[in-house]
């Protein structure tokens, strides 16, 4: 607003509109004061005349009191008016912005830092959602892989990698990995299916899902390469395997529940691999296991299930392959820490059942018990599952009758064999250190079934014995136990035992050395046991010679009747004096070895 004076008169701008009753300086109303207002604005309304005749408070009111009066209310009205016209531009600044929020097409600028910002979230907001992708199943997927087309692909990668097998079975993985590289890690979280499946589900996962005739194709083109080169594609799948693992468990560490994580190359075309060539040639993972076994980030509980997953493809290649991993690669996990664990007892059984199960098994297995000079179930083998199939009564768990059901069958596996073998003499051996100790354990179930393992051992090779008498003294409580079996159940064991001249041996040893060690001083604590040992070494030794006796007897008998057959026949002049001697001799060659023997 611009004011002037009579004396100074200011000019007043175009835009501005002067009242009519101001524009006359003379006008006694206003004293010489003009007022201006915008051209926006309305028009002030010319104010009624004042009442300069009124009292007020009983007193007269001037005329100077009037212009005061009249001024205040002028003044009243422009800030009113003022106002009115701040809240218009208000209003006017914005109505754009709604007009962003409401609109995205308006790109209008809009004065004040909160204008950009809210366009920028309006944008924002209004961003078009990119179209979900259509999820693709592991059986989409696959049923469209060409067998022809595979052929072909693995035809031209022979010729072009001719002599690095190698980079072939890479390029053989790469094929199915664009097969299934629309296939998300959601559609195949296999570290949860592992863990949550049964083995009898998961053993045929991918493969499953592949036609015969891709199947077929692939498993003909891997019979043709070399071990060595399956070897190391086996060892790069089980690492790019576990790699997937670990990024998983790291992903699950920092949120409650954990998410499975996509990965560069599908883990389903890795698998799908793997399983092919492990069934194709199941004595590659063999070849693998010293590596296995001896490093650590291929062992664990955690890692049992992909384990179990493996030994099952090999076992779809060969049974006898798949109970010698399961044997030396899984049973053991039950002689440490995880054997207590009741999920890692039940896949270890799962395993084992599964491949008792198959067609045959029993027969194929105990004809194939020894394999290129390697037995399916090693004597240190056959000691974990006796142990875990024979706790102690306190320690029984709803595993052991599983165990129970299955010891049998692999029991005739571990012990099978041609008695009297070179083979069969070291095994033997080995199979007796356990037995004893076992026998000894304090365990009444134990001890029961490991005594007849000993005396298994006893009838396999004479060398047995000699081991026995190493180890007597060392095993007194397991030998007593032995040597009362051997009394109490003679009649039938007898039959079995072939080699009495080398038992009848150790019973004297063992007679010495009890004497021996009565009258030490320092064996009073034994003194029971070592009485006990005595007397039983007195019965079985009793029953030998009468045992004897009778072969003898029979012997001579058979001796003294071809004499007398000789002597009794009707033309005298026949006789062989010479063929009747050689008779004789034979006859007591004969009887020597069979008391030797005996």
């Not at 308006?106 to 979900?132: H, I, L, M, R, Y």
């Not at 040992?533 to 006796?549: E, Q």
């Not at 006789?575 to 009747?580: N, R």
Request: include cysteine; proline fraction near 4%.
């Amino acid at each position: 607003m611009a004011i002037t004076t009579e004396e100074n008169p200011l000019p007043i701008d175009s835009n501005h509109i002067v009242d009519d009753d101001s524009a006359n300086p003379n006008n006694s109303n206003n004293h010489g004061w003009q007022k201006v207002t915008y051209a926006k604005r309305q028009r002030k309304v010319r104010p009624k005349p004042s009442d300069s005749g009124k009292l007020v408070n009983g007193s007269a009111v001037s005329d100077g009191d009037s212009v005061f009066r009249s001024l205040e209310k002028q003044s009243e009205e422009r800030r009113r008016r003022i106002d009115a016209q701040k809240a218009a531009i208000s209003a006017a600044y914005e109505a754009p912005v709604r007009s962003v929020n409401r609109n995205d097409d308006d790109d209008s600028d809009v004065e004040g830092g909160g204008g950009e910002k809210n366009v920028n979230v309006a944008e924002k907001k209004t961003k078009t959602k990119k179209p979900k992708k259509l999820k693709v199943t592991i059986a989409e997927a696959a049923a469209k892989i060409d067998a022809g087309d595979l052929d072909a692909f693995l035809a031209d990668v022979s010729v072009s990698y001719e002599s690095q097998e190698e980079i072939q079975l890479m390029r053989f993985a790469d094929y199915f990995g664009r097969a299934f590289s629309a296939v998300s890690a959601s559609q195949f979280p296999w570290t949860k299916l592992f863990r949550e499946s049964p083995v009898a589900k998961i053993a045929d996962i991918p493969v499953s899902h592949i036609s015969e005739a891709v199947y077929k194709t692939s498993i003909d083109w891997i019979s043709q390469r070399s071990h060595e080169a399956l070897g190391s594609f086996v060892l790069w799948s089980l690492d790019s395997i576990l790699a997937d693992f670990a990024s998983q468990q790291a992903g699950g560490k920092g949120s409650k529940k954990g998410v499975q994580q996509t990965t560069s190359k599908s883990q389903v075309a890795v698998f799908l691999a793997l399983a092919m060539v492990l069934r194709r040639k199941p004595d590659v993972l063999v070849n693998l296991l010293p590596t296995l076994k001896e490093n650590l980030k291929y062992q664990g509980q955690d890692k049992l299930p992909l384990i179990v997953w493996t030994v099952a493809q090999a076992c779809q290649g060969e049974l006898a392959i798949g109970l010698y991993l399961w044997a030396h690669y899984i049973l053991p996990i039950l002689g440490g820490k995880s054997g207590s664990n009741p999920q890692a007892r039940d896949l270890v059984l799962q395993s084992v059942e599964r491949i008792l199960s198959a067609p045959k098994a029993h027969t194929i297995l105990v004809n194939g018990a020894v394999r290129k000079g390697e037995r399916l179930m090693p004597p240190w083998a056959f000691d974990v599952l006796l142990r875990v199939t024979f706790p102690a009564s306190s320690a029984r768990v709803k595993a052991t009758e599983r165990f129970e059901a299955i010891y049998p069958t692999l029991k005739e596996v571990a012990l099978a064999g041609a008695p009297g073998s070179k083979a069969m003499k070291q095994v033997s051996q080995q199979m007796l250190s356990y037995a004893v100790k076992a026998t000894g354990d304090g365990n009444s179930a134990l001890s029961r079934e490991g005594a007849g393992v000993f005396i298994w051992c006893l009838t396999q090779h004479p060398d047995c014995y000699k081991h026995w008498d190493k180890v007597y003294m060392d095993n007194l409580e397991a030998s007593v136990a032995i040597l009362r079996k051997l009394s109490e159940e003679w009649k039938g064991l007898s039959v079995k035992l072939s080699y009495h001249q080398a038992l009848s041996e150790t019973l004297k040893s063992f007679r010495y050395k009890n004497e021996k060690a009565l009258a030490d001083e320092g064996e009073a604590d034994r003194e029971a046991l070592l009485k006990s040992s005595d007397k039983y070494c007195k019965v079985l030794l009793g029953r030998l010679s009468r045992g004897c006796g009778c072969v003898m007897s029979m012997a001579l008998a058979v001796i003294v009747l071809g004499v007398g057959a000789a002597i009794m026949s009707p033309n005298p002049e026949s006789w062989d004096l010479k063929k009747l001697s050689e008779f004789v001799q034979h006859q007591a060659f004969q009887l020597k070895k069979n008391l030797l023997e005996k």
